[in-house]
């Protein structure tokens, strides 16, 4: 292959590895936007309904260690691992050790919530987030 052909194709493959990219992007967004207007309607019902939040607490990685965290509301796994906040927002609540943590707590950050909680882990730890809200609401 010439310097010409090589160049121009490796052009080709980091063009298409872009638009694969984006593409993958606004799905992970699109699919983020449908598990946020589910988490919406679940607000609606367990705000009016129940089952009251409750506060939230982070793990630390290894599940040894709880850490405290200004947040209220109520836990998708039955690990603790993952919640919602009666603001809508998603948490994912694990955190590395740390003593600092044990004597001030954490401030979880929210993240875009997803359609499968857990997906691309092993069996049986993926949830759909319809399914995990509703065990909630059947608590």
Known sequence: M??????RWREERRAAAAVHGERLAERQRAESAQAQEQIDAFLRRALTDGPAPEPLSARSYDGRARYRTPLVGWYLRRDETVAVDTDGRFYVLTTPSSLTARLRGVTP???APPLVIGAGGK???S?????ALARVLAR
């Open 2 to 7: 010439t310097d010409d052909k090589a160049a």
């Open 109 to 111: 950050e929210p993240s």
């Open 123 to 125: 069996d049986g730890e």
């Open 127 to 131: 949830l759909d987030m319809a399914e």
